[in-house]
């Protein structure tokens, strides 16, 4: 398992190694110690939180809207029409967004990660 | 549909499925190795896992039954599926893997150190893994029908008991295989008719279309009920009878059904002309005939509509068999990848149900009729292709569909089977990891929901898989995302919120299956609970939470830097977190 596994598909999207120095002390043994506050984790979990949320409010809104434009589109005539559109979206056009929106939270989150383990190097 | 192609093509998966198994059991070999695969599991494979064991009776036939009785807004139910995972993703999918939990109730021990809590939640994944066994055994049962003209039962019975004895004899490791096998082969058993059955869709129809709700046989159609009917008719349409139509019986009478409700009775034979309109029918929908008059066969509101989004969006992430793989991947960054890659898994598979769903209502209209628009998916390629070419790909599809249970059930049972064994039944004196007993347990894991599909009779698939859904997100979702992101979540919070939402959700899921609502706004709120449930067991938490602010764990500052720091980078696993979850 040294080898980080990576999907196939996503080899192009950067280089696949994370940190190849890696930080001297593990993570393991500081989560025992660190009974209080550390600023840093603070600071890695807002990151972290701001870009899924981020993520969430781009799924959230088109959801939350569609289901209304449906409604509110003609009845009938053709793909234009609501039954038509929801063929044609929810179908077909709403899968690449999802995969896109997931294959860019996992580079924001990854980056926060190697940032966080940068400055914990530092130490 | 032909026994003779398509018996031997499910003795075929259901033999495939066993051997592959028995590999897996060769290799498997301690007790660790037997629940988790010892965590070696890489993420394609596991991606292919995820999404073999995801991919149930309610998408492999249920969506495309939905659509044919519904129209195109019973696609919500594909997107949901998917998009939970999106969902899961963005808010637990990483941390999850961190925090060593091999079930919910473990997360919730693992993070806010309390065995009341820990209790509450075993409860609750034994009521989810239930609710969601119970429609893929009866799925099972409606393949059996279609092909074999077994009773119902039959089927359910066949595939709790093949699962049984996989699960039992080969744990994790096998299932992990067996699940990747199972993805491959579902998508396969869809996608060849699919291709066949639009170049005979283009041959036929020169692409015709039916976008709207209206349909008509394009035939001449015979239906013959196996249960009494009731139709909506908003247009005259005319029939020829033989049987009891409206307390009348007739023997081969043309009749002219007037706008109204008229009821058939069983064993009644409808005669309908080519380009006669479909009648409305409730067959799927409980029974609300007299609404379907005003608003065509569409009792789904935009209240439904949003409930459904809801409860799939945030009911995946507390799907046991969900949680069960994440465990299995090495490291936090790889559960987020593995997620990608079953995005992708999932959307392509998905994007074959709108076709199948367009051809049913083109070519099966009759099966609202009879009350078998679940079998929509595997009596097309009879209906569009002639000869031995349909047939062979009706068994096909019918071997898809066995794997489609097959692997649902099994990644069930084996969530299941894992928290009754752990958490739920005493273990007094032995080791309660021992597997002797875990393959005992595995009986009563599977044993429960084939004795209710038997007594429950037939509720549509896909309906009672989005209750299922619907329970998972009120138990579990605020449990997971403020046990992640809050650090102020106390255990009588999440308590709270465990009893009041996903009690209130159960009660409703409950009291839908039992009660039989006749429509209205209390059918409504009561079999899709997700709208109202959820935002309350989010309220009820985070209130309960600040109440109770002493209660707040002395380790979950430490607890909340193992779920959002990465692993080093070797992807050791985290040995902290392996005794956690093996203690």
Known sequence: MSVEPIPRREVVTRSPNRPRKAPVSPPVSAARAAVHEDPRLHSLMRRQLRSSLVGVVALAVPTALLPLLLVLAPASGGIRSGPGLTWLILGFACYPPLVLLGWWYVRRAERHERDFARRTEGD | ?583
């Open chain 2, 1 to 583: 549909m032909n026994a003779a192609y398509t018996v031997p093509a499910i003795v075929l998966v259901i033999l495939a499925t066993v051997l592959i198994g028995a590999l897996g059991l060769r290799i498997s070999r301690t007790t660790s190795d037997f629940y988790v695969a010892s965590r070696s599991v890489n993420p394609g494979l596991n991606a292919a896992a995820i999404s073999g064991e995801y991919l149930s009776a309610a998408s492999f036939l249920g969506i495309a039954g939905l659509i044919l009785v519904y129209g195109p807004n019973m696609l919500w139910y594909p997107f949901g599926f998917t998009a939970g995972y999106l969902v899961l993703l963005l808010l637990v999918a990483a941390p999850l893997r961190r925090s060593g939990a091999y079930t919910l109730p473990d997360f919730a021990e693992a993070r806010l150190e309390s065995r009341y809590v820990h209790r509450v939640a075993s409860v609750f994944v034994v009521g989810v893994g239930w609710l969601y066994l119970v429609p893929q055994l009866q799925g099972a049962g409606l393949t059996m029908t279609v092909i074999t003209g077994a009773p119902r039962w039959a089927g359910g019975l066949l595939v709790a008991a093949v699962v049984t004895v996989v699960v039992a004899a080969g744990g994790m490791r096998s299932i992990t295989f067996v699940q990747a096998f199972q993805y491959w082969l579902k998508l396969t058993a869809l996608l060849v008719p699919a291709a066949f059955l639009l170049v005979a869709w283009q041959t036929h129809d020169g692409h015709r279309l039916a976008y709207g709700k209206q349909l008509t046989f394009r035939e001449r159609t015979h239906v013959t009920l196996s249960s009494p009917l009731d139709l909506s008719v908003t247009r005259p349409v005319r029939v020829t009878v033989t049987g009891d139509v409206d307390g009348r019986g007739y023997a081969g009478t043309t009749l002219d059904l007037g706008p109204g409700r008229h009821h058939v009775e069983q064993g009644a034979r409808l005669d309908f002309a080519a380009g006669t309109p479909v009648p409305d029918t409730v067959v799927m929908s409980g029974g609300r005939a007299d609404q379907s008059v005003d608003s065509g066969p569409q009792p789904h509101s935009l209240y439904t509509t949003y409930s459904l989004i809801i409860a799939t969006l945030l009911g995946t992430m507390g799907l046991p068999h969900v949680v069960v793989r994440y465990y299995t991947s090495p490291t936090g960054a790889a559960a987020r990848r593995t997620t990608v890659v079953v995005l992708v898994l999932l959307g392509a598979f998905y994007l074959l149900s709108p076709v199948y769903g367009m051809l049913a209502r083109l070519h099966a209209p009759d099966l609202i009729l009879t009350g078998d628009s679940d079998a929509a998916v595997l009596v097309l390629p009879a209906r569009l292709i002639r000869g031995v070419t349909g047939e062979l790909l009706g068994s096909l599809l019918s071997a898809g569909a066995f794997a489609a249970f097959l692997a649902t059930t099994s990644g069930l049972t084996i969530a299941v089977t894992g928290v009754l064994t752990k958490h739920v039944l005493p273990s007094r004196g032995r080791t309660s990891w021992g597997v002797r007993r875990f393959r005992w347990v595995t009986l009563l894991a599977t044993g429960v929901p084939a004795v209710a599909q038997v007594l429950l009779g037939d509720l549509p698939v896909a309906d009672s898989v989005g209750m299922a859904f619907a329970l998972s997100a009120a138990a579990f979702c605020p449990l997971l995302t403020l046990g992640i992101w809050w650090r102020r979540l106390t255990p009588q919070g999440a308590a709270a919120g465990l009893v009041v939402g996903g009690g209130s959700a159960l009660a409703a899921v409950v009291a839908t299956i039992v009660g039989g609502m006749d429509g209205g706004w209390w059918a409504s709120l009561l079999g899709s609970p997700a709208l109202w449930s959820v935002p309350l067991s989010f309220l009820v938490t985070v209130i309960v939470s600040l109440a109770t602010q002493g209660g707040v764990p002395g380790g979950t500052e430490a607890m909340m830097r193992r779920l959002h720091t990465p692993e080093d980078p070797g992807g050791r696993p985290d040995p902290a977190a392996v005794r956690g979850a093996g203690g």
